[in-house]
């Protein structure tokens, strides 16, 4: 069956520019969340959807950081203004609760 | 603070050999405890989940240990094969209900050599 998918896999950008990262999650999954992964390093939660709740923001780094779930499926996180720290590995994954997470391949990100 | 540490940060180990990965953490109120591996370029996939009840759950050569007093959790990996290679993230997650929060350990990057 159809898993977490994620696009683009990879995106370079100058300093400065805005990017759009996109997640479809697996159909029927409430949960969502967005994590970070910087070279080496481990995971970084960013934000969490589950089902019409409010979402727990309180892992974006910045202001510059925002996402939005529309219709209870798919998934944009936003970095305006993108800087050379935001390079990374921006991994979304779907499920949630006491089920199992599954992550999508992750949209390299590289802020020249 | 809910943290989550693990250790050791990194493990090399010959073919056919056992390890042990260890996790301790401070998340509280503590619903349960997962074990992922995740593969160079990959995303992180799922080995055991264990609730505040289960002290133990294997998956194939793999067995997760869990000391919910203690907050400590490991995992053992038996006759370690090549395609062990991979780091071992611990992840806690706070509470049971829907709007659970997941809290991440660093990760153990283990290597396998032949």
């Known amino acids: 069956g159809a898993g977490v998918s994620q696009s683009p896999s990879n995106k370079v950008t100058e300093k400065g520019k805005d990017v759009e990262l996109r997640c479809d999650p697996i159909?029927?999954?409430?949960?969502l969340y967005w994590y970070r992964q910087s070279l080496g390093q481990g995971l970084e939660f960013l934000i969490y959807?589950?089902?019409?709740?409010?979402?727990?923001k309180s892992g974006l780094p910045s202001d510059r950081f925002s996402a939005e779930r529309t219709g209870g499926s798919v998934s944009t996180l936003t970095i305006q203004r993108t800087q050379q720290e935001d390079s990374a590995v921006y991994l979304c994954?779907?499920?949630?609760?006491?089920?199992?997470?599954?992550f999508g391949p992750g949209t390299r990100l590289l802020v020249l | 603070k809910n943290q989550v540490e693990q250790s050791p940060q990194s493990l090399i180990i010959l073919e056919g050999k056992n390890c042990t990965l260890q996790?301790?953490?401070?998340?509280?109120?503590?619903?349960?405890l997962r074990w992922y591996k995740q593969d160079t370029g990959r995303g992180p996939v799922s080995l055991t989940i264990?609730?505040?009840?289960?002290n133990t759950k294997s998956n194939g050569r793999y067995t997760a240990t869990l000391d919910a007093d203690t907050k400590q959790s490991s995992l053992h990996i038996t006759a370690s094969q090549l395609s062990d290679s991979a780091s071992y993230i611990c992840?806690?997650?706070?509470?049971?209900?829907?709007?659970?929060?997941?809290?991440f350990g660093r990760g153990t990057q283990l290597t396998v050599w032949p």
């Open positions: 264990m609730t505040f009840s289960e």
């Open positions: 994954a779907s499920g949630g609760g006491q089920e199992t997470q599954y």
């Open positions: 992840v806690v997650s706070d509470r049971g209900s829907t709007l659970g929060r997941l809290y």
């Open positions: 996790c301790n953490y401070t998340v509280s109120p503590f619903s349960n």
């Open positions: 159909s029927g999954h409430t949960a």
């Open positions: 959807f589950q089902g019409n709740s409010a979402p727990d």
